[in-house]
């Protein structure tokens, strides 16, 4: 009985590690995507997207064919993959075309209120539970964000209202995916996910590449092969590591937690760029910077707690009617 009441437990905790596991990569990915594109001299973003996509499709071939009957089956994998890879491109698409109207502060703000959507979305298909303490998680971590934004200057736009809608196509796009993953996996158990994540760079390459042809002819990013075998490195190792690895560890930990933990979990960034700023560049931040840090910690161990709580609860009542069921077949 010990070891059922604290199964939920550990598995939540180790949905945690996992999170906290892609938000080290994340930040150790910038650095190397900041010396791929300045010290490397290799801008050259697409080109990277389509390595990684090719590296997710590549673990897909190393699956065997035995599915369990509890899990998704190949078809129902290929048309969720199919979902996913329009909602992410969407979501990716606005809030990265929302830096061309908008600052970076008001597009970072913005993109943040993806945790309410997540609990609004969430809450609406009954993958969320909707309580005062998950709203208040989510304002705080909110308001971090707002903090840390504004402590860096930045230049007017042209034409931030666009700007501003696209952000927030972003995160009601993000909203949408977590929750359809969440919805329809349910758990962990239930998905082959090298074999998903396989499917996504397929449909991605297949729905994608008319844009290499655009984009080289257009002169935006003309194509040209990485040079130099430490740049070789860096671009397959971050499209490993940074993505495909990151990405697994990233539905892992939706899966054995919650989406709306995992969209506050994100902004741990924040945080630890601070703390790598102090060790390892001297640099100490504003108080505003620190304050903006701190609430988005509190945001985060504040939906932890009641997650965990639920999950918890969820267990026992569980329990309780299994036991409930062998009595009743005893009688």
Not at 35 to 42: L, R, V
Not at 102 to 127: D, E, K, N, Q, W
Not at 148 to 162: N, R, Y
Not at 288 to 296: D, M, R, T, W
Request: hydrophobic share 50%; glycine share 6%; proline share 3%.
């Amino acid at each position: 009985m010990v070891d059922t009441d604290r199964q939920p437990r550990r598995r939540y905790f180790g949905g945690v590690c996992a999170l906290i596991a892609v938000v080290f990569i994340w930040v150790s990915s910038s650095f190397a995507m900041n010396s791929i594109f300045g010290d490397q001299e290799y801008n050259k973003p697409s080109m990277q997207s389509r390595l990684i996509i090719r590296d997710s499709e590549s673990n897909n071939e190393q699956q065997d064919g035995d599915i369990n009957s509890s899990k998704l089956s190949t078809t129902e994998t290929i048309k969720l993959s199919f979902a996913f890879c329009i909602l992410w491109f969407c979501a990716n698409y606005t809030t990265n075309a929302s830096l061309a109207y908008t600052t970076v502060g008001s597009s970072t703000i913005l993109s943040s209120t993806s945790g309410l959507f997540t609990l609004a979305i969430g809450a609406l298909f009954h993958v969320e539970r909707f309580s005062l303490i998950r709203v208040v998680a989510v304002c705080l971590s909110f308001l971090g964000v707002v903090l840390v934004s504004h402590s860096d200057t930045s230049e007017p736009s042209d034409a931030p209202l666009l700007g501003d809608m696209l952000a927030l196509a972003g995160a009601f796009f993000y909203g949408c995916y977590t929750t359809l993953l969440k919805l329809r996996i349910g758990d962990e158990s239930r998905i082959n996910m090298p074999l998903f994540f396989g499917f996504v760079g397929a449909f991605n390459i297949l729905l994608l590449w008319p844009f290499f042809f655009i984009l080289h002819f257009t002169g935006v990013e003309t194509f040209q092969i990485p040079h130099g075998a430490i740049l070789w490195a860096t671009i397959l190792l971050n499209a490993f590591i940074g993505t495909f690895l990151s990405d697994y560890l990233w539905l892992l930990a939706m899966l054995m937690t919650s989406p709306l933990v995992v969209t506050l979990g994100i902004s741990l960034t924040i945080p630890l760029a601070l703390v790598g700023d102090v060790l390892f560049k001297q640099i100490v931040p504003g108080l505003q910077y620190a304050a903006g840090a701190i609430l988005v910690l509190i945001g985060f161990f504040a939906v932890n707690t009641v997650t965990l709580s639920d999950v918890e609860q969820e267990a026992i009542y569980a329990d309780r009617t299994l036991v409930s069921q062998d009595d009743d077949n005893d009688e």
